[in-house]
């Protein structure tokens, strides 16, 4: 299956195991962690591994979003992952999403953001987990899970190489029955609530995916990024797209679920990546992920993080690359 390009971006394919950042002797153990940019990427191009499963756009602006569950290619060859707590659903039309946005950046703000895609189903990998249950021990699907968190790590090396610090956004969708925006801050909905009622900040900040900007900033509070008047949900919800937490919804209540973010966002906003912080985005379908909701989400969002941006950091557009 070959992926959808937009007019203007080159596609290079880049055979599996030519890519510089990766090796099958470090699958026993893996940390990502930052590594220095060694080969020449090129800004507004499309990268792919081997099998062209996994995909990486190089952006201009230092925001990262990563696709992990909204592949639709299902090798014959791969067999279905059934390991206990598999989970295998697909979050659709997130790519087209991603995509969206992509567009709305590029054609109103004249900058694009990284994007990461696995175009593989959910069913044979997942990308939002370790290596070993997101595998389930295949060992074709190890060097695919290889390949996507390299352009992941590689994408925020880009990011924060040119412009000092990235936004990282793992972009889901929920099928939950309220429909609005989850973002995961890796906080269980309880601490989300103890965030609202100020109780434990000191503590909560230090856990959430936030906190390296935090400790990079010290004119903003964790409280205000959760659920002031510049947090992205306040923001987003000012767009007309409800989200939680925000200040207009703070928290879920007992008999909601609500996903607080998975392996992408604990691992590439810990301290291992201290230039990069950011949350997940759990989408719900109706008027967001569906197709007549898309662009205009898609408006929402590049307007929503420009202010965010304006008001929480020091990066303003063009986002021109550090010298």
Known sequence: ????????????WVAAFSLVLWSLGCSKNITPEPKAVTSSW??????????KWSEMVVGTMPLVISVPHGGTVEPS?????????????????TIELARAIEQEFVKNYGVRPYLVISHIARKKIDQNREMEPGTCGNALMKETWQAYHNFVDTALALATRNHGTALFIDLHGHGHSVQRLELGYNLTASEVQDVSLNRNLATLAAKSSVNNLLQANNQITFRNMMVGDYGFGTLIRNEGFAAVPSKQDPYPLSNQPYFSGGYNTRMYTSANFPKVHGWQIECNMTGVRDTNGRPLFAAAFAKAIMQYYANNTSLRPPFTPLR
């Open 42 to 51: 090129v800004a507004n191009q499309s990268y792919y591994d081997g099998q």
């Open 1 to 12: 299956m070959k992926p959808n390009h937009l007019p203007g971006r080159r596609t290079y």
């Open 77 to 93: 060859n791969i067999p279905d992952r059934t390991c206990p707590d598999a989970t295998t659903v697909r979050d659709a039309n």
